[in-house]
């Protein structure tokens, strides 16, 4: 079992709708909790960082984290087909951001 | 200010050659950390330093190895390619150890 469960979809949504993008997790050690994303042939670009339990709110971009549930959401509204890419979870321990575990990526599309 | 910058951008080897990538990070960091992405997966992590000296090593055999210079860029080299090393090979730069990670473009490596 991998450490950080994540559906690669495709996914493919209305322009204007609402994203809900989701990881599970199975080491508890994960205090850090990230979402970066990755357009075709680039590097992940970071869009949200959270530590432990809570919401974040980045302008459209809404981070939740349960840990109790070990279970992370990245929320997009007013989707944009800007923001078709591949979006990565990715984890840390509590020692710190040495190490990130990543999801496999979930491969988002938005229909003009 | 420039992001983290990788060389090659894109390489073709054979079989049992050699490669060395590089990475310069963002002025004024000091760890660099390499990863691995397969197509289709999620980044995987190969070493952290920090301060010339290795901190963190994922699970790769010995054919991989890196080093960290005195103005924080680094090289990763890989020994007796594989078919299999064909990947994305990210270079995240982060301030310090425990800080957040940000990407470079990556350098594609195909091996035939």
């Known amino acids: 079992q991998k450490e950080v469960e994540q559906d690669p979809g495709p996914l493919s949504v209305p322009e204007g709708a609402i994203v809900s993008l989701n990881c599970t997790y199975s080491?508890?050690?994960?205090?850090?909790f990230m979402w970066y994303r990755q357009y075709s042939r680039k590097g992940p670009e970071l869009l949200m960082y959270?530590?432990?339990?809570g919401n974040k709110e980045d302008g459209r971009f809404t981070a939740q984290v349960d840990k109790s549930s070990k279970y992370i959401s990245l929320f997009i509204r007013d989707s944009q087909p800007s923001d078709s890419a591949t979006y990565l979870c990715?984890?840390?321990?509590?020692?710190?951001?040495?190490?990130?575990?990543f999801g496999t990526g979930t491969r988002l599309t938005i229909i003009p | 200010d420039a992001g983290v910058t990788q060389s090659p951008t894109h390489l073709i080897k054979t079989r049992g050659q050699h490669v060395t990538l590089r990475c310069s990070p963002i002025?004024?960091?000091?760890?660099v950390s390499w990863y691995q992405q397969v197509l289709g997966q999620g980044p995987q992590f190969i070493f952290q330093?920090?301060?010339?000296?290795?901190?963190g090593r994922g699970n790769f055999p010995d054919r991989f190895s890196a080093r960290q210079f005195p103005n924080y860029s680094s090289e990763l080299n890989v020994n007796a390619l594989l078919l299999g090393d064909s990947a994305l090979y990210l270079c995240?730069?982060?301030?310090?150890?425990?800080?957040?990670?940000?990407f470079g473009p990556g350098t594609r490596l195909l091996v035939l």
């Open positions: 995240a730069s982060s301030a310090d150890r425990a800080e957040t990670q940000y």
């Open positions: 080491n508890s050690a994960f205090q850090y």
């Open positions: 959270t530590y432990s339990s």
């Open positions: 990715a984890m840390a321990s509590n020692f710190g951001n040495e190490k990130l575990t």
């Open positions: 002025s004024g960091h000091k760890s």
């Open positions: 330093y920090y301060e010339k000296e290795e901190r």
